[in-house]
């Protein structure tokens, strides 16, 4: 089946900047998005990007996309304690609300 | 707005029980879906529905049922629960389909013994 790989622990420290890196196998996906888990509670959506671009800014985030290596990015600006999070990339090929997780990247956040 | 709501939010079963993890959104999304979290996996689709009435497998669909009998309503029931079945469950929701109006509720950590 479809794979999503995330590695699972960055630690960085407070103003640096955060890349949490993500690769998938379905060359077939149409949308892709980074989410956001805080302790105990569900999963929020931070960013997504559109298969047919290759980088989307909001803020500090900015996701890159490469498609020819099915490679997608997550950077953090200036990266705070409270981006400290679990955070997963996720792929989707159809309407169906049907998502390939990634397992997740630990973001720790040092003072 | 309540969004989605799962209830309860822990639980604790022995091997062989029965029981019904609940999941409503009062946003009226056509599109509901159960999803496992467990330590070092992401998320995995059990179930997931696009309308009233119509269900689907998703990746890990055996040893849950699922039913979408209303449009606000997609509750995940365990028939005979298993240790493997020990994680964390999440209902989720959207208006089309479209991961970026994907909307989580809080989830159900559910241990079975």
């Known amino acids: 089946g479809e794979d999503v790989e995330q590695s699972l622990f960055l630690s960085v420290r407070e103003g640096d900047s955060s890349v949490i890196n993500c690769t998938y196998t379905?060359?077939?996906?149409?949308?892709l998005y980074w989410y956001k888990q805080e302790p105990g509670a569900g999963l929020q959506l931070l960013t997504y990007?559109?298969?047919?671009?290759d980088m989307k800014q909001d803020q500090r985030l900015t996701v890159l996309l490469n498609k020819k290596d099915k490679h997608l990015s997550l950077r953090i600006a200036d990266t705070q304690t409270g981006d400290s999070a679990i955070y997963f990339c996720a792929c989707g090929s159809s309407n169906t609300g049907k998502l390939i997780f990634g397992q997740g990247t630990t973001l720790q956040v040092k003072p | 707005n309540a969004g989605v709501t799962q209830t309860p939010k822990f639980q604790v079963l022995k091997t062989g029980q029965s029981m019904t993890l609940q999941c409503a959104q009062d946003m009226n999304h056509e599109y509901m879906s159960w999803y496992r979290q467990d330590p070092g996996m992401g998320l995995r689709l059990i179930h997931y529905s696009v309308g009233a009435g119509i269900t689907d497998q998703g990746e890990v669909p055996n040893g849950y049922n699922v039913s979408r009998s209303t449009t606000e309503d997609f509750p995940l029931r365990l028939l005979s629960a298993a240790p493997s079945q020990t994680s964390v469950y999440f209902c989720?929701?959207?208006?089309?389909?479209?991961?970026?109006?994907?909307?989580f509720g809080s989830g159900t950590q559910l241990s079975v013994l």
């Open positions: 989720a929701s959207s208006y089309d389909g479209g991961g970026e109006k994907l909307f």
């Open positions: 990007i559109f298969s047919n671009m």
């Open positions: 379905d060359s077939s996906s149409t949308y």
